[in-house]
């Protein structure tokens, strides 16, 4: 276990973190490619958007573990894991439609930057 906050972490819980953070960014850049394939945009390299994709990431993992997802009890039964998702993926939705509202995205270029409307 890691002490962690006055807080002891079983290593299984932040491996399943790992794994859960590592999904949600590739899910995400998937989507990204799926959705520019679509539209006909051209596809840039992966870090032109990798604060996006770590916001995204970010934000359900803190949703996730705000309402227990990685806790024991939630592992028990079925109904509640799922009603747990559930909830998580609705505040990680919220969370990030307030990210994305409060911090405007910026474009720049050689020397300058603008805020696109």
Sequence with gaps: MIRLF??????AVLL???VDAVLLIA????????????????VGPI?????QLL????????SLVAVGAYGVAS????RFAAARLAVALSLGV???SLIFFL?????????TCSTRP
Excluded at 28 to 42: F, S, T
Excluded at 47 to 51: F, G
Excluded at 55 to 62: D, E, G, I, M, S
């Design 6 to 11: 006055k807080h002891y972490v079983p290593y």
């Design 16 to 18: 399943l973190g790992l």
């Design 27 to 42: 899910s995400a850049e998937i989507g990204w490619i799926l959705r520019a394939h679509q539209i006909g945009m051209e």
């Design 47 to 51: 870090h032109t958007r990798i604060a």
């Design 55 to 62: 916001t995204f990431a970010l934000a359900l993992q803190v």
């Design 75 to 78: 592992f028990l039964s079925l």
């Design 94 to 96: 919220m969370f990030l």
């Design 103 to 111: 911090v405007p995205r910026s474009r720049c270029g050689d020397r």
